[in-house]
Structure formats: C-alpha cells, structure tokens
C-alpha cells in the first residue's frame, strides 16, 4: 500500500472535520509568561542593582508584561465566545468561576503592566529600585492570579466536562 499525500489523508479524514475552539490555543502564552515574570523582574532587579544590566533592561519587563496582557484579552474574548457552546454542557457556577478569575487576572496584569512601565521609566536608583520590588510581588501575585484562572479552566475541562461541547 503505497503512502498517501498529506492533503490526501487531510481532505479524506474525518480528523480534521471539526473546527476546534480558539480559546484552549490562546489561553497557554499569559499563562506561561505569569509564572515566568516574577522570575524574569527578579533577575532583572538583582541584575541591575550589581551593575550587570542597565536600567533601560525594564522595558524588557514591560514589553513581556505587555504580552501577558495582550494575549489575556484575546483569551479573554474568545473564551467569551466559547462560552456560548460550552452553557449546555457546564454548569453556570463553573463558568462563571472562571470567567470572574479571568478579570482578576486581567486587572493584576494590568496593574504590573503599568508597574514594569513606571519602573523602565523612572531614573532615579532608589525610586526604580523600589519600583522594581514592588512590581516583583506584584508579579508574583500575578503568577497566582494565572493559577486561579488555570485552575478553573481545568476544571472546566476535566470535572465539569466543557469539552463535550466541541465533539
């Protein structure tokens, strides 16, 4: 038997039928920057504060913090869309458990967006280092925001059976 083409197996497979959710594809990038930026402000703190880095290395904290939000709000949306198709198959209780986790997470990515901001902006070695402390415990209450919202998701998923609702 001689081995198809990929568009073959591609166009003739029921695999490829069903259109899957935008939201499970988006949700992974803040998720992974939200455990990684605490660690990301913590070298870049330390880093600058022994002269190994110029303080201009915040606005590489803003701009990842920045991404984080970003790709929250585009989770956001279309987790919002996904919704809809998912009410039948969770309860309401669950769904909004994670929908309501999503906006803190949103508001806490926000707030260390404008906190990694303030600390590439300001000048003075004190002022930014003390800007940059607290943008790291903000951060890290970031990180735990993103397991609030991951945790529920997956319990969407795996307790709640969400997934029913794209078969």
């Not at 198809?4 to 992974?32: C, F, G, N, R, T």
């Not at 330390?46 to 913090?65: D, H, S």
Request: contains cysteine; aromatic residues 10%.
């Amino acid at each position: 038997m001689p081995l198809e083409s990929i568009d073959q197996i591609a166009a003739s497979s029921e695999y490829w039928a069903h259109a899957l959710p935008m939201h499970p594809k988006l949700v992974h990038v803040p998720m992974a920057l939200c455990i990684l930026m605490p660690m990301v402000a913590t070298l870049i703190w330390v880093g600058v504060r022994r002269g190994w880095f110029t303080p201009r290395v915040w606005l590489i904290a803003a701009f990842l913090q920045g991404a984080t939000l970003g790709g929250g709000v585009a989770a956001l949306l279309t987790g919002q869309e996904d919704g809809e198709k998912v009410e039948g198959y969770a309860s309401e209780e669950a769904l909004s458990a994670h929908e309501d986790a999503a906006y803190w997470f949103l508001y806490v990515a926000g707030a260390n967006f404008l906190l990694c901001g303030a600390t590439f902006l300001l000048h003075r070695d004190r002022r930014q280092q003390l800007a940059g402390a607290f943008a790291i415990v903000g951060l890290a209450a970031g990180a735990y925001a993103g397991y609030r919202v991951g945790d529920a998701g997956g319990r969407l998923v795996y307790v709640a059976n969400a997934s029913d609702a794209h078969r």
